[in-house]
């Protein structure tokens, strides 16, 4: 008996002296392989010998903890899809100057529409946005309202027009321009842009005050600058800007 | 009785859903335990001040639904509890660290003092539950609390679908009943973002108003006759109040906002930065990511130095309350003025900030707005705070208009949210929005796990619909966090979409996967998705 113990003393000890060692090793590597990263000027006053015990003891601490949960929300994440195989065009308003419009045009409803003209017509036929502004078309007809004409590339799937007025009624058609004129594939639902100004139309009920109407003249103003009072909060306790709203440093 | 102005402050607090119950270190999840540290916690000590010396104060409260699902979350709860105990043992390392350093130990054993009593107040004061505290204060009638869109939708881009646009609101009114047990008086439209037409929405949910920024109502149809100082009523009977520019100036502007001066703290000098890796390593983030960890030693001293001096708490306590008398200065004048005009009414201004501005960006905020309060009868006893319900209720009659399209981004409408780098988003959340009331209307009556699915759906809608992402992407901060955020809900969306339509079997185990990793809004009906929509 009092060999086989000693036997199984010596099993249990080696084993044990093995993952000490496994696990100082492992320690130890990992400190080595710590770089000393970035060293910046201190916020004050010399860094103290007896605090480092205390921080290998919680970086110690941290490494020997179980990791739960290695897989991030985002690992493997598939991308979007490209296309949604669906007949859309979309217009947003932007600002009183800027609409912005998306679309996509699936192959059967071009198919659809191609077969009502001569193919090579078709073919070369360039792909056009046709931006009307249907204000004074009581029954936004786009057939009765002034357009304007953006050739884009086929590839194209969305478009800003930067160069839209305030208070009008817009709507885009994407089409392709044939010998025989325009032929829409998509028509958008109607936008109207914001007033950048004052309203004309004044309740008899309500006469403005002259003198309070003129406050955003007064102040830095008008709608075009009001971004200099605007929340400069970008973003929440993120690193990535060090020059911050008020502090200039860096 | 007329005062000589009024004055309400409406604090909007907002935080995106942030909680990843999947790891321990995500950074975002910072901004919530940031905020409840230099922000919520500051705030609720100004405002039970005020209510424990009776003052005659009240100020609006916008409580994001977001921020309340993770206030009210008891994993995020145990997280900030260890966030702020690991702060406490920082601040003991800190205090032997400057030991010999007068400028600094004071301060370390400032962070020490302020970290404990935030631990306390948390834990023993509160029991983790600040929404009560919050709810107390309305109670006691120090605030008027409004929620905003259920995740913070940027409604006008939100628009081709209205139905969309409905379940924001509608989930954000039930949210808010779920926790402060009344209907909200009126609602904060994230980024103040207001289209003609949403205002028929608002009423179906009976909110009374919403803030505009100011060229909402002066650019207002027909034009207004008070300009900025009192609301206008939409013809569907929702009150609209614009904000103040004058007031906004002084605190936002980069130029000459009390922020930037010099003796207040100095945000981007921070310990976690500026120390040995070593050392503040086991208080940055486990990959050696440093990070803010609110040890911050300096003051602005300029805003074009790299010469910071250190933080004199003291100055800078002297400094929020002389911006606060020349804050309440520059408001009797602007009122004294405005009653020259206006004569049979009192003049109103709205001053509308982020809360998060008060503590966080701003870390002697909630000092200055106590002050502001404080100081009030002193600088001028003729001027009052109020609320926009208040307002409404003393003076019914409200001049009709439709308030102009705008928002309070940059530039004043939509191109923040709509722009070269996140115009790609919206076909996406609008196939997404159509497909989800494809879904309500096609099972009316789902029960069971379909039911499940659905409800998940519309979480994983309202997530992906949060205007913080377009933001984030904008203004190019944690932008690979928002786009993969904006991917992973409009790919929950599709995934769910495709079960529910036999394009993949309905599998319990993803969807429950799903609910706890989204658990916002438990009692979320996806049906309100085919509610009808009123237009008028």
């Known amino acids: 008996m009092i060999p086989s113990f000693f036997g199984g003393f010596s099993l249990v000890t080696s084993l044990l002296m093995t993952a000490a060692l496994a696990l100082l090793m492992a320690w130890m590597f990992q400190d080595a392989r710590r770089g000393t990263g970035p060293t910046r000027k201190k916020a004050g006053g010399n860094h103290p010998e007896q605090t480092r015990n205390q921080e290998a003891w919680q970086e110690f601490s941290t490494e020997l903890a179980p990791q739960i949960g290695q897989s991030r929300f985002d690992n493997n994440l598939a991308p979007l899809p490209g296309k949604y195989e669906k007949d859309t065009i979309v217009l947003l308003v932007r600002s009183p100057h800027s609409i912005y ?17 001569p193919p090579a017509d078709w073919q070369n036929a360039p792909w056009v946005l046709r931006l009307y502004d249907t204000t004074d078309n009581p029954a936004a007809d786009p057939a009765l309202s002034p357009y304007h004409d953006v050739f884009i590339a086929e590839t194209v799937d969305n478009w800003n027009f930067n160069q839209v007025f305030p208070s009008r009624k817009y709507i885009v058609a994407l089409g392709r321009l044939l010998p025989g004129g325009f032929v829409p594939l998509l028509i958008s639902a109607p936008v109207i842009t914001p007033a950048a100004s004052p309203s004309a139309l004044i309740d008899p009920n309500w006469p403005p005050l002259v003198t309070l109407q003129d406050i955003l003249s007064s102040c830095p103003g008008k709608t075009g600058e009001i971004s200099g009072i605007t929340s400069p909060v970008a973003g929440w306790g993120l690193p990535a800007s060090p020059a911050g709203a008020w502090s200039h440093d860096e | 009785m007329m005062s000589k102005g009024l004055i309400a402050f409406v604090l909007h607090a907002h935080l995106p859903f942030v909680r990843h119950p999947d790891k321990e270190d995500y950074l975002e999840e ?16 100004v405002f039970e001040g005020w209510r424990q010396d009776r003052l005659p104060v009240t100020v609006t409260l916008t409580m994001s639904p977001t921020l309340l699902s993770m206030l009210a979350d008891p994993l995020m709860q145990t997280r900030y509890s260890k966030f702020i105990a690991d702060l406490t043992l920082l601040a003991e390392l800190e205090i032997e660290r400057t030991s010999g350093d007068p400028a600094f130990s004071g301060l370390a054993h400032l962070y020490r003092e302020r970290f404990n009593n935030a631990r306390q107040a948390f834990e023993e004061k509160y029991h983790r539950d600040l929404i009560k505290a919050f709810r107390e204060l309305q109670q006691a009638g120090i605030l008027e609390i409004i929620p905003c869109p259920a995740t913070h939708g940027y409604l006008p881009l939100l628009r081709p679908q209205p139905t969309a646009v409905a379940a924001q609101i509608g989930v954000a009114v039930h949210t808010y009943q779920r926790y402060f047990g009344q209907k909200p008086p009126g609602i904060w439209l994230a980024e103040c973002a207001y289209y003609p037409g949403l205002e028929n929405i608002l009423a179906k949910y009976d909110l009374g108003y919403f803030i505009t920024d100011a060229h909402g109502i002066l650019f207002a149809t027909p034009r207004p006759r008070y300009g900025l100082y009192a609301p206008v009523m939409t013809p569907a009977g929702v009150a609209a109040f614009g904000r103040d520019l004058e007031s906004s100036k002084q605190v936002w502007s980069n130029d000459e906002g009390y922020p930037g001066d010099g003796d207040y703290r100095e945000y981007y000098r921070d310990i976690g930065y500026d120390l040995d890796f070593e050392y503040v390593r086991p208080f940055i983030h486990p990959d050696g990511i440093r990070l803010h960890t609110g040890f911050k030693y300096y003051r602005i001293t300029h805003r074009k130095t790299k010469d910071k001096q250190p933080y004199v708490p003291a100055w800078a306590e002297a400094k929020a309350a002389l911006h606060a008398g020349n804050f309440l200065f520059n408001r009797s004048h602007q009122v004294t003025y405005l009653n020259q005009i206006m004569g049979e009414r009192e003049p109103l201004i709205i001053c509308p900030y982020d809360a998060e501005l008060f503590g966080h960006w701003w870390y002697e905020g909630p000092l200055f707005l106590n002050q502001v309060i404080r100081q009030q009868v002193q600088v001028d006893p003729g001027l009052q705070f109020t609320t926009p319900s208040r307002y409404l209720q003393k003076y019914p009659l409200i001049q009709p208009a439709i308030p102009c399209e705008s928002s309070w981004g940059a530039n004043g409408y939509h191109d923040v949210w709509l722009d070269g780098s996140n115009h790609w988003l919206y076909r996406h959340l609008h196939r997404a929005a159509k497909r989800m009331i494809r879904l309500s209307r096609d099972h009316t009556g789902a029960g069971g796990l379909t039911r499940r699915a659905l409800n998940q759906m519309a979480r994983e809608l309202l997530l992906a619909q949060s205007s913080d992402w377009a933001f984030i992407i904008k203004t190019d901060t944690a932008v690979q966090y928002a786009v993969n955020r904006s991917v992973y809900h409009l790919n929950n969306c599709s ?15 993803v969807i429950a996967e799903l609910e706890e990793y989204a658990n916002l809004f438990p009692d979320l009906d996806y049906r309100i998705y085919s509610e009808p929509v009123p237009t008028q």
């Open chain 1, 101 to 117: 419009s998306y679309w996509e045009v699936s192959p059967q409803h071009q198919r659809d529409v191609a077969q009502k003209h």
């Open chain 2, 30 to 45: 910072r901004w919530l335990f940031e905020a409840i540290t230099e922000c919520y916690l500051p705030l609720l000590q």
């Open chain 2, 495 to 509: 995934l769910i979409y495709q079960m529910l339509t036999d394009q993949k079997p309905l599998n319990e185990t």
